[in-house]
């Protein structure tokens, strides 16, 4: 039975030894929580670090049995693992890149070289756990790496993949030396997932500029598969939250909490010490609040409890330096014997001290400077049962998206950042409780359950998707049917489309002429009596003319335009007018000009603008641009736009190469067919074939054709396959005669 696999870089638990003792402490992360259900179920997995380097064998087997009880499989890293890999390339490499500050970012080759071994590592884990079809989920920048090399060992899991924290824009992902291998290894998933729809239009932006895939609607097709790209945003346990704020435990710290802090306001901050959560920004600003508004003095404390995070590297050991210097300096200049403006606290606090704190609290202060999503917000909001408080909220988390009730400031802004705590601070409580109800409802309504099972649902949606459009590599045992047809048929009929399945795209459409071996193998299969041949192409019918036309075959030219049979010469299949020709010949040539390295081609019935030779990701933005205004011109209109290979063509409406093939299927007889295509162009040539006709894609992007081959060489070589056994089939024959 298919299971579910969870990746990420740590387990629920935190693996600790004491006294020779092994023990397990859960884990209250949302992820775990929000998972913590599934992995539990059947024979489901999760796996990742326990959080611990264990080197002894015998240990090592321990800790996998036990963790196998629970749903668990560890990943054993070293200690120059979670040096290199994880505090290394995954914290001073990818983090600060991802939010956005570059200039703390290390660019090492042996951080990134341990980065790869690791990644390799929970690869081969995962590999000895699965199975073909289950569904694996990884999860998070420690992991970027993983979906391809489980898409390479695993290629028919379904890879969900689910990004925590923010993409950055595509002039700061540039930056690392390694950005296009970690692009290819996200693009191993069926579906990518982040928190906001920013996060996702940049991870698209850097894909089309650094890959060289287009997309649409969040789809990207590689030329052999189909992934979605979505945005998911993340939520919280509300049920948890709020019930914890009313539990009698709750209610008793509260007591004691306020009796200690004699403010008639409290604001709370809770933040894991990082540069990335503004903390010293946030105290400067609650420093010129105290000096602007001297009436709340006495009146008004900041509670800061701020979680202990990686103080032995230089930079965080700076921050904790400056927070407490910052800190000392408020409290100095503003307190005394009764009132101390800042209360501040380096530690972490279980869930009952912060729900009592979330409760007390008149203001939550949530100020980073750049965040994926942020769920203190959220827990704040949760834990109100009288929906009395506000929220101030920094527009660089991601819950800013979902929560517009709040007071969203932007945090390199002071001035507002106090302006927005003076509004917080006199907002009158009707007010407060008309804009917390609105964000529990929501909070409640998209919680952390809510967020899996969106997730989940939309990766077996986008599997079905693949599978429905799916087709079958053409493989030896299909091969040898095939040519069991082949050899038994005594008329057959082929249609090759000529770029991209005879021959591979070029960057400037008049150098894809033919080589000498292309125009051998089409004149030997056009030669044997048996073989009706019929290249198709959506290129000019002199261009063809020129490269094919003394050969022995037929050919199909301007998407079905023209049409020229052995020994005869060109002709329409239908009377077509071209006077619409003028209008859209304006538009293009105004593309051109605004598009550096894009030129028009002219056909007898159509007009093409290419974009092979425009930078990356400006000719994708112009061929929407120039689709978009084509398809509002042509809708009254017998025109149609199509959005081809690195191409706008657009043509008369009832033109295509289908239609065309349609007249040989009509007139000749074919015990045999075969038609190969390559882009979405060709899809009228395999809807028009019959249904027992082999029809070959070249690429395995969506398709109605049967079979796929990766590249046009592959095509060429079964086309001489053919050939070879043809040869035979008439040695054999004359011999016979003979």
């Given at each position: 039975?298919?299971?579910?696999?969870?990746?990420?870089?740590?387990?629920?638990?935190?693996?600790?030894?004491?006294?020779?003792?092994?023990?397990?402490?859960?884990?209250?992360?949302?992820?775990?929580?929000?998972?913590?259900?599934?992995?539990?179920?059947?024979?489901?997995?999760?796996?990742?670090?326990?959080?611990?380097?264990?080197?002894?064998?015998?240990?090592?087997?321990?800790?996998?049995?036990?963790?196998?009880?629970?749903?668990?499989?560890?990943?054993?890293?070293?200690?120059?693992?979670?040096?290199?890999?994880?505090?290394?390339?995954?914290?001073?490499?990818?983090?600060?890149?991802?939010?956005?500050?570059?200039?703390?970012?290390?660019?090492?080759?042996?951080?990134?070289?341990?980065?790869?071994?690791?990644?390799?590592?929970?690869?081969?884990?995962?590999?000895?756990?699965?199975?073909?079809?289950?569904?694996?989920?990884?999860?998070?920048?420690?992991?970027?790496?993983?979906?391809?090399?489980?898409?390479?060992?695993?290629?028919?899991?379904?890879?969900?993949?689910?990004?925590?924290?923010?993409?950055?824009?595509?002039?700061?992902?540039?930056?690392?030396?390694?950005?296009?291998?970690?692009?290819?290894?996200?693009?191993?998933?069926?579906?990518?997932?982040?928190?906001?729809?920013?996060?996702?239009?940049?991870?698209?932006?850097?894909?089309?500029?650094?890959?060289?895939?287009?997309?649409?609607?969040?789809?990207?097709?590689?030329?052999?598969?189909?992934?979605?790209?979505?945005?998911?945003?993340?939520?919280?346990?509300?049920?948890?939250?709020?019930?914890?704020?009313?539990?009698?435990?709750?209610?008793?710290?509260?007591?004691?909490?306020?009796?200690?802090?004699?403010?008639?306001?409290?604001?709370?901050?809770?933040?894991?010490?990082?540069?990335?959560?503004?903390?010293?920004?946030?105290?400067?600003?609650?420093?010129?609040?105290?000096?602007?508004?001297?009436?709340?003095?006495?009146?008004?404390?900041?509670?800061?409890?701020?979680?202990?995070?990686?103080?032995?590297?230089?930079?965080?050991?700076?921050?904790?330096?400056?927070?407490?210097?910052?800190?000392?300096?408020?409290?100095?200049?503003?307190?005394?014997?009764?009132?101390?403006?800042?209360?501040?606290?380096?530690?972490?606090?279980?869930?009952?001290?912060?729900?009592?704190?979330?409760?007390?609290?008149?203001?939550?202060?949530?100020?980073?400077?750049?965040?994926?999503?942020?769920?203190?917000?959220?827990?704040?909001?949760?834990?109100?049962?009288?929906?009395?408080?506000?929220?101030?909220?920094?527009?660089?988390?991601?819950?800013?998206?979902?929560?517009?009730?709040?007071?969203?400031?932007?945090?390199?802004?002071?001035?507002?950042?106090?302006?927005?705590?003076?509004?917080?601070?006199?907002?009158?409580?009707?007010?407060?409780?008309?804009?917390?109800?609105?964000?529990?409802?929501?909070?409640?309504?998209?919680?952390?359950?809510?967020?899996?099972?969106?997730?989940?649902?939309?990766?077996?949606?986008?599997?079905?998707?693949?599978?429905?459009?799916?087709?079958?590599?053409?493989?030896?045992?299909?091969?040898?049917?095939?040519?069991?047809?082949?050899?038994?048929?005594?008329?057959?009929?082929?249609?090759?489309?000529?770029?991209?399945?005879?021959?591979?795209?070029?960057?400037?459409?008049?150098?894809?002429?033919?080589?000498?071996?292309?125009?051998?193998?089409?004149?030997?299969?056009?030669?044997?009596?048996?073989?009706?041949?019929?290249?198709?192409?959506?290129?000019?019918?002199?261009?063809?003319?020129?490269?094919?036309?003394?050969?022995?075959?037929?050919?199909?030219?301007?998407?079905?335009?023209?049409?020229?049979?052995?020994?005869?010469?060109?002709?329409?299949?239908?009377?077509?007018?071209?006077?619409?020709?003028?209008?859209?010949?304006?538009?293009?040539?105004?593309?051109?000009?605004?598009?550096?390295?894009?030129?028009?081609?002219?056909?007898?019935?159509?007009?093409?603008?290419?974009?092979?030779?425009?930078?990356?990701?400006?000719?994708?933005?112009?061929?929407?641009?120039?689709?978009?205004?084509?398809?509002?011109?042509?809708?009254?209109?017998?025109?149609?736009?199509?959005?081809?290979?690195?191409?706008?063509?657009?043509?008369?409406?009832?033109?295509?190469?289908?239609?065309?093939?349609?007249?040989?299927?009509?007139?000749?007889?074919?015990?045999?067919?075969?038609?190969?295509?390559?882009?979405?162009?060709?899809?009228?040539?395999?809807?028009?074939?019959?249904?027992?006709?082999?029809?070959?894609?070249?690429?395995?992007?969506?398709?109605?054709?049967?079979?796929?081959?990766?590249?046009?060489?592959?095509?060429?070589?079964?086309?001489?396959?053919?050939?070879?056994?043809s040869n035979s089939e008439q040695a054999s024959d004359a011999m016979m005669t003979g």
């Open positions: 039975m298919a299971k579910l696999i969870i990746v990420s870089n740590r387990l629920p638990v935190k693996l600790q030894e004491t006294e020779g003792e092994l023990q397990y402490k859960t884990s209250e992360g949302g992820l775990a929580t929000g998972l913590g259900s599934i992995y539990k179920e059947g024979d489901n997995l999760w796996i990742g670090w326990p959080g611990q380097v264990v080197e002894d064998a015998e240990k090592q087997k321990q800790v996998i049995a036990e963790l196998q009880k629970e749903s668990m499989y560890p990943v054993f890293l070293t200690e120059a693992e979670i040096k290199e890999y994880y505090e290394g390339f995954s914290n001073e490499t990818l983090w600060p890149t991802f939010h956005y500050f570059s200039q703390y970012a290390v660019y090492d080759q042996q951080f990134w070289d341990t980065y790869v071994q690791a990644n390799q590592k929970f690869c081969d884990e995962v590999v000895k756990q699965a199975d073909p079809d289950d569904t694996i989920w990884v999860h998070d920048y420690q992991l970027l790496l993983l979906p391809s090399m489980l898409r390479e060992k695993l290629p028919d899991c379904t890879i969900g993949f689910f990004q925590h924290i923010p993409f950055p824009s595509y002039e700061v992902f540039r930056l690392l030396p390694w950005r296009k291998k970690l692009l290819e290894g996200m693009l191993g998933s069926d579906l990518v997932g982040f928190h906001t729809y920013d996060d996702m239009r940049h991870f698209l932006s850097s894909v089309n500029r650094l890959v060289g895939y287009g997309s649409m609607h969040g789809w990207i097709n590689t030329g052999n598969r189909s992934l979605l790209v979505d945005s998911f945003p993340m939520g919280i346990d509300y049920e948890k939250y709020s019930q914890t704020a009313v539990s009698e435990e709750v209610a008793k710290r509260e007591a004691i909490y306020r009796s200690n802090l004699k403010a008639d306001k409290l604001i709370i901050s809770i933040d894991r010490l990082d540069y990335s959560k503004g903390i010293p920004k946030r105290l400067e600003a609650f420093e010129k609040f105290l000096e602007k508004y001297p009436e709340f003095h006495d009146r008004v404390t900041l509670v800061m409890l701020v979680v202990p995070s990686r103080d032995e590297v230089e930079k965080y050991k700076e921050l904790k330096e400056e927070v407490d210097e910052m800190v000392g300096r408020i409290n100095g200049k503003y307190s005394h014997i009764d009132w101390n403006p800042i209360q501040y606290f380096y530690r972490s606090y279980p869930l009952e001290t912060l729900s009592a704190f979330y409760r007390m609290a008149d203001v939550a202060l949530v100020t980073p400077m750049r965040d994926g999503m942020n769920l203190v917000c959220k827990e704040y909001v949760a834990s109100k049962p009288d929906q009395t408080g506000v929220l101030i909220l920094s527009e660089m988390a991601g819950a800013s998206k979902e929560l517009s009730d709040a007071i969203l400031i932007n945090p390199n802004d002071t001035n507002q950042m106090v302006e927005a705590l003076y509004q917080a601070l006199t907002m009158p409580v009707e007010e407060q409780k008309v804009h917390m109800t609105s964000m529990q409802e929501s909070i409640k309504r998209y919680n952390i359950h809510h967020w899996v099972s969106m997730f989940m649902d939309r990766l077996s949606y986008v599997k079905i998707k693949q599978l429905s459009m799916a087709t079958s590599y053409l493989d030896t045992a299909t091969f040898q049917e095939l040519t069991y047809s082949y050899t038994a048929a005594s008329s057959r009929l082929f249609f090759l489309e000529y770029d991209g399945a005879l021959i591979d795209y070029k960057n400037r459409p008049l150098m894809a002429n033919p080589s000498d071996e292309l125009i051998e193998l089409l004149h030997k299969l056009g030669s044997d009596p048996k073989n009706k041949v019929v290249v198709v192409s959506s290129r000019d019918k002199d261009n063809m003319e020129d490269w094919l036309g003394d050969l022995n075959i037929d050919i199909i030219a301007e998407h079905g335009v023209w049409i020229k049979q052995k020994s005869a010469g060109w002709q329409t299949v239908l009377s077509l007018m071209d006077d619409w020709k003028s209008d859209i010949r304006l538009i293009l040539e105004l593309y051109v000009d605004r598009t550096p390295g894009s030129f028009i081609e002219e056909k007898d019935y159509s007009l093409v603008w290419h974009y092979r030779k425009v930078e990356t990701g400006l000719g994708d933005l112009r061929a929407r641009e120039l689709v978009s205004h084509l398809n509002f011109l042509a809708t009254n209109s017998n025109l149609q736009v199509l959005d081809g290979q690195m191409a706008v063509e657009v043509k008369a409406q009832e033109i295509n190469k289908g239609k065309a093939a349609s007249y040989w299927l009509g007139k000749y007889p074919h015990e045999f067919v075969l038609a190969i295509g390559d882009d979405w162009g060709d899809e009228d040539i395999f809807k028009a074939m019959p249904r027992e006709a082999y029809t070959v894609k070249i690429g395995n992007g969506s398709s109605i054709a049967k079979y796929h081959l990766d590249t046009c060489q592959e095509a060429r070589w079964m086309l001489s396959k053919l050939l070879r056994l």
